[in-house]
């Protein structure tokens, strides 16, 4: 089997500005950048996943309608420029401030590795020749641990550096796109 490389993106600071708690497409607004970067992810053959952590759902302060209503509602204004995700993966859960079934600890939530692992699974994804951007070091620290080879930390979110693993820290998408264009597999 031919595995594919992803690239994998969190969503709020990443595909989004950064809204605490962002849930209706009123307060959405994409960073500058992002339909040219998913421009070129699909032009070089990768698998584009959104993993996001969406603890609003667990602390009850919307619900995975909302969240699916308002990814619908990205996925259409992405469409008007030609550009996709391929799959979208959510953790809806919160080991402390969870309500109900939403409060446990569980792998998916990063930073653990879950929502990566389940797409190389479902989807035959590479991860050693993935990307993922991340504005927060729990991201990192997933994309670590589930063995995806190019990680970056995207934006100002984080103030300190995110110990004990190996990334690029960015404040554009231009040092991502390079690394899409310069991959030795090429285009699919």
């Not at 849930?23 to 998913?38: A, E, K, N, Q, Y």
């Not at 509602?73 to 993966?89: G, N, P, S």
């Not at 670590?144 to 990680?151: D, P, T, Y």
Request: hydrophobic share 40%; glycine share 10%.
């Amino acid at each position: 089997m031919n595995l594919r490389p992803a690239l994998f993106l969190d969503r709020d600071g990443v595909i989004n500005e950064e809204v605490d708690y962002l849930w209706t497409w009123d307060r959405c607004r994409f960073v500058d950048g992002i339909v040219s970067l998913l421009r070129t992810a699909h032009r070089q053959g990768y698998f584009v996943a959104v993993v996001t952590n969406q603890a609003g759902i667990g602390r009850g302060m919307y619900t995975e309608e909302d969240f699916h209503r308002l990814m619908e509602r990205m996925a259409e204004e992405l469409a008007k420029h030609d550009v996709h995700f391929d799959a979208v993966y959510f953790s809806p859960f919160h080991p402390i401030h969870g309500l109900g079934d939403y409060k446990r600890e569980t792998d998916c939530r990063k930073p653990g590795p879950g929502m990566m692992l389940r797409a190389a699974e479902e989807h035959g994804l590479d991860l050693p020749r993935s990307i993922l951007v991340g504005d927060r070091c729990t991201d990192i620290l997933a994309g670590a641990a589930a063995g995806i080879g190019h990680l970056y930390l995207f934006g100002t979110t984080e103030s300190d550096a995110c110990e004990g693993v190996s990334y690029i820290p960015v404040n554009s998408f231009e040092a991502i796109e390079k690394q899409l264009l310069s991959s030795p597999f090429g285009a699919l």
